[in-house]
């Protein structure tokens, strides 16, 4: 007996608090590392999502995926980036993003983003 508690009581007590405050640690650690996240690769397919004015590039490796952009946020000079494929970028995404078309009398989503292009971003001259 341990302050008036069983053994098992207090280890499996014990146990579980450690738990507990590992998952919580373990969460900040995570949720503090989001931010920019590089990518780079040649644009594929280029789509405008006409409800959310802003376009679904498909990436290419060597990191690709799909990914949200928002035409003039570009930080350096603006190779055409939305309308033009065939053309090799790089730079950082941040989590999140949503390409928005319309469909009958309303928006919805259309791909599955990684995320949003920021305006670090880099291309090279479009054909």
């Not at 989001?34 to 405008?48: H, K, N």
């Not at 570009?74 to 190779?79: D, H, I, P, T, V």
């Not at 950082?92 to 309303?106: E, H, I, R, T």
């Amino acid at each position: 007996m341990i302050f008036g508690f069983t053994k098992k009581f207090v280890i499996s007590y014990l146990i579980i608090t450690f738990m507990i405050a590992g998952g919580v640690f373990a969460f900040f650690k995570y949720t503090r590392g989001l931010g920019a996240i590089p990518f780079g690769g040649m644009v594929a397919t280029s789509f405008f999502c006409n409800c959310s004015g802003n376009f679904l590039l498909t990436v290419t490796p060597p990191v690709g995926g799909q990914f949200v952009y928002y035409p003039g946020t570009q930080a350096y000079l603006n190779y055409n980036l939305g309308f033009s494929t065939g053309i090799w970028t790089m730079g950082l995404y941040s989590p999140g993003g949503v390409c928005m078309v319309y469909v009958g009398k309303g928006c919805s989503p259309f791909g599955v983003p990684l995320g949003t292009i920021t305006p670090t971003v880099g291309s090279s001259i479009g054909f």
